[in-house]
């Protein structure tokens, strides 16, 4: 079940959140700690008959994360004053005293969620403690902080530790948790939390009804569904869900692509594997820190000693660079026809590197260009290239004809978002005759690029390339090709 936490400042406003998004979720959370203090308790008591789904009431104090600051009596009083508003559950602290609250609200028919937060950690003795509110007949529920893979791995053990428990929920908060809250059903919870579209997070890492509903369609993950991913740190700005997760629902695959944040390969393999994972994309900083891992690679990621794409075989896991080809598709036919004879590529970090390889296979002569010089230095020493500093690169079409390139890249992360006032080689005069090929794709139009579209340069986007990698990707996984529309 999808439960919207409703966020707002008055109940109004709740109800028209959740009205907004009825047609997305299942229940609804009532925060009474993010109300102003003036709220009657009449309204209180009747906001659950406004709504036609189940509504959990919680209040929550600031030590756990929420916002009621008055004293814990005048919060207990409160609670108990609303047990006779046909809430469906009322989410209690493990810690307040079992007897007079629960029984008011059990007598009113409402569930008892008891609950526990660590905004900082996994605590040692998660699933014990879960245990034990499980064994007084309440639903337990845990809201923690994984600080590394290694936590959220250990979240994913609730399904097993704590099968015998049927209703429970348990939470990894932050964006180490994000991948608990789409694969709820995979931690054996029986829902997830999740905000408005627009809204504020109800907590940290919470996604929206929109993308919990509609992109990964987290209610309708089984014990049959395949499960792919990508992992990167960080890894919550990616576009790859987008591409994939519509790719699979318009062909009807029952399967879905999770942002994983990972710090550490050596704990994320043992993990896909008995996840039972069948294939991820690997982001910022994992293409080289992977290779240990496979059993097999494919020969461009031999050259390039960077995979961005693994698959589950039968045994072993095989890495393939989907960015080499991604990069060469919106050029193909130039390089193909002999058109592009010198590159300008400005970067040296793992992008140029697919870049470089790419253009050198097809025997284009290739400059590199780079902040830190050394780096350029041995890509160029590697590639059969050549290094130029930042001043020699910003001269290169206006002293010397024959050095003029005909194709200039932009691999840096200069200009992608936040940083979009950077331009990686501002002293460039572009003469309006090149193609300028941007591996930035947020924000689609970089300071950089726009200086070439201003100079009537013909221009590939990063979107373009992001596109066309990922379209092999979903193949190298699926097998099948992505749909067009
Ligand atoms: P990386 O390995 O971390 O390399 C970063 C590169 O950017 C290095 O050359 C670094 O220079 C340079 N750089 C960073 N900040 C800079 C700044 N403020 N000014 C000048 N240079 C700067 O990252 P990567 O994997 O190569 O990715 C680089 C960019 O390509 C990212 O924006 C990424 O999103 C994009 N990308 C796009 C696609 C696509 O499909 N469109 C695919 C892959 C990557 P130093 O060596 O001096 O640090």
Redesign the pocket.
Known sequence: MLCLTLTETSLEKDLLQFQKNRDLIDMAELRIDLLGSEISVDALRRFPSLCDKPVILTCRRKKDGGLFSQSERVRVNLLKRLASGNFAYCDLEDELPRGEIDLTFREKGTRIIRSFHDMTAVPGNLFTRMQKIAEQGEIPKAAVMPNSFADTARIFEAKNELQKIERKIIIGMGNYGVPTRILYKKTGSFLTFCSAPGSSPGAPGHLNTESLRKLYRSDQITDDTSIYGIIGNPVMHSASPAIHNPGYHRLGIDAVYVPFMVDSVRTFFPFAEWFGIKGFSV???H?QNVLPYLGNISREVKQIGSC?TVVRTKKLWKGINT?YY??LHPIHEDLEMGHLKRALV?????????VVWALRNFGCSVYIT???FD??ERLAAETGSSAITLQEASRLCADEAEKYPDLIIQ??????DP?IE?D?LPEYKFTGEEIVYE????PRITRFLNRAIQSGCRIVY?????????IQQFKSFTGFDYPQN
Do not use: C, H, W
């Open positions: 982001t910022v900083p293409k961005n960015d991604g990069f400005i970067g040296a970090g793992g992008a140029a590197r697919s780079n902040r830190t780096k350029a691999t840096t992360s200069a200009g992608m940083d950077s990686p591996l930035v794709y947020k990063g979107y373009e390339m992001l596109y066309a990698q990922g």
